[in-house]
């Protein structure tokens, strides 16, 4: 055999080994994917809403269009979310949903999250959350507690660049309220929630399948003719501290005017949530 046959040879050999070389590379990666909000994207673990204490008895549909800003990564979505009263102020059910999303990460961030691209190669949605309430107590005097129940199903994309976790989770929480101002002539009130529960997800760790977090929150929410203002920061506090660790601290100024609503929203992330959020959204009320 000679030299030019061999280096012939050789080289056809890379040609056919190097793409299944390439695809190998980036499912070695996927095992060492860190399952916690720092390591994924802004959408990838829902830390929970603190809510106002009493189920709604209104049919609300809404669409908003999101962006989520972090100096390694930046991200556009678009969410909607369909809210159905089951036994009116009594019971709801809520069903939400990332329908598109977009991103952009920096080579450094990409290698610190294990993904694979800087950029997606291909179109995807995001994950569902079903989520249950119900009304346990409603009094004037002394106050309000709603139970929520929560599934966040595993239908996300792009588990290659740590997007979405293509894993199920849940959570559960008591949200407890009392509204200490009420001017009903002048539409005016002042309320306080605080929440308190327990989330848990499945991971890729093969010793601990799983991580479970105490979530919290604490907020309040005024109301002022057709306009109502919803602040809160919340979080969860994982127990393998990997970046399971989220803080955020959220603003929701709605405008109504004849069943139909105008929310912008406004979130800063701190601890392990590393974003910055900025939504419009449009709801509609029947």
């Known amino acids: 055999m000679t030299f030019r046959f061999k280096l012939v040879f050789f080289t056809l050999f890379l040609l056919l080994v190097s793409p299944s070389l390439r695809s190998e590379d980036w499912r070695d990666k996927m095992e060492n994917i860190i399952y916690s909000p720092r390591y994924f994207g802004p959408n ?20 908003r269009g999101e962006y989520h800003y972090y100096s390694g990564d930046k991200t556009k979505d678009f969410y909607t979310r369909a809210y159905i009263p089951i036994v009116k102020g009594k019971a709801a059910i809520e069903v939400s949903a990332i329908v598109w999303e977009d991103y952009k990460l920096t080579p450094e961030t990409r290698d610190e999250r294990f993904a694979a691209e800087t950029e997606s190669p291909i179109s995807y949605n995001g994950d569902v959350i079903i989520s249950s309430l119900f009304q346990l107590l409603r009094d ?14 595993a239908s996300g994309g792009r588990l290659a660049d740590a997007r979405f976790t293509d ?6 929480d008591v949200t407890v309220g009392r509204t200490l101002f009420e001017n009903k002539e002048q539409k005016m009130s002042f309320s306080v929630q ?26 309040f929410t005024a109301k002022l003719q057709n306009f109502k203002l919803q602040s809160d920061f919340s979080g969860f506090h994982g127990y393998e501290n990997n970046g399971d660790r989220p803080m955020i601290i959220r603003n929701n100024l709605t405008y109504e005017y004849k069943k139909n609503g105008l929310s912008f929203r406004y979130y800063h992330g701190m601890k392990d949530r590393l974003y910055e959020s900025y939504t419009l959204g449009y709801i509609r009320y029947f």
Request: aromatic share 14%; hydrophobic share 40%; with cysteine.
């Open 44 to 63: 990838g673990f829902p830390i929970p809403e603190l809510r106002e204490s009493c189920v709604g008895s209104r049919f609300e549909a809404e669409v």
């Open 140 to 153: 004037p005097k002394l106050g309000n507690v709603m139970l929520s129940l929560n599934l966040k199903t």
């Open 167 to 172: 894993a199920a989770s849940y959570w559960f």
């Open 194 to 219: 605080g929440l308190v529960g327990f989330y848990c997800w499945m991971t890729n760790d093969r010793v601990h399948r799983q991580n479970d977090a105490i979530n919290y929150g604490i907020g």
